[in-house]
């Protein structure tokens, strides 16, 4: 005999940051939970990581790959599938450097947006010859180079992987060469051939992928000093 089917999950649904597609999804159950636990658990930064995509796909009714979503992506999806599942609200207890005295300070995470450029794909001009298409990196592609995992400040080989991550073609005149044709070893090769200038472009780039961020405002309970707090990245929200 079939257990009873304990909850009808109700659909709430989310635009897409990058392709501004619009996806239905579902909270996350407690076999999700389980899963983002353990993961958190382990103190495997690559575990979790993929712990956090897999249960935005689990969540998202509509047909969605995983290998084309990017960071900010996958950051803001999250985001607003917890708010469903364990509560729209964080509360952090923020420090003020005037008089060290905590603030408690409210954050609805339905307020937070993803901004992304409008003319953030046009093509990079190396020379009158050769010019590149970018592209955002996926989220797991950077787990793949570690730069999600990477702690403290990204080694020089994590960079040149991420650079070749962000190129979607390499233009050589009439000729167009996509970045997926080419080796790991061919585009760190590529990237080596640059001047400085020319690898500015590309890092300048990076710099500039759009992030999942909110300025956090508050007054300061004790001394009334304005304060603000920028958050940056999946783990500042929780």
């Given amino acids: 005999m079939a257990l009873p089917k304990l909850n009808d999950s109700p659909i709430y649904s989310l635009t897409i940051p990058s392709n501004k597609k619009r996806v239905k999804f579902r909270p996350y159950l407690v076999k999700e939970e389980k899963v983002l636990m353990m993961a958190a658990e382990s103190g495997d930064l690559k575990q979790a990581a993929n712990a956090v995509i897999d249960t935005v796909v689990a969540c998202v009714s509509d047909p969605i ?4 979503l990017s960071t900010f992506d996958v950051e803001y999806m999250f985001t607003q599938i917890r708010s469903k599942s364990v509560g729209e609200n964080i509360e952090f207890n923020m420090p003020c450097d005037e008089c060290d005295v905590k603030t408690d300070v409210n954050l609805s995470l339905s307020n937070l947006k993803v901004k992304v450029p409008t003319k953030w794909n046009a093509p990079i001009v190396l020379t009158p010859e050769v010019s590149i298409e970018m592209k955002f ?3 797991l592609e950077l787990i793949d180079t570690d730069v999600l995992t990477e702690e403290g400040a990204v080694g020089t080989e994590t960079a040149f992987k991420l650079a070749g991550k962000c190129i979607n073609a390499i233009v050589h005149n ?3 060469y996509l970045a997926e044709d080419s080796s790991e070893e061919e585009m760190i090769e590529f990237l080596e051939s640059m001047d400085t200038k020319q690898f500015e472009k590309i890092l300048n780039f990076i710099n500039n992928i ?3 961020t909110h300025t956090l405002e508050w007054n300061c309970a004790s001394c009334g000093e304005k304060k603000t707090e920028v958050l940056e990245g999946l783990n ?3």
Avoid: G, I, T
């Avoid at 790959?65 to 084309?68: D, G, I, L, W």
């Fill in 174 to 176: 009439d000729e167009r």
């Fill in 210 to 212: 759009p992030k999942l």
């Fill in 137 to 139: 990196p996926s989220y």
């Fill in 65 to 68: 790959s995983k290998k084309e």
């Fill in 236 to 238: 500042s929200f929780f």
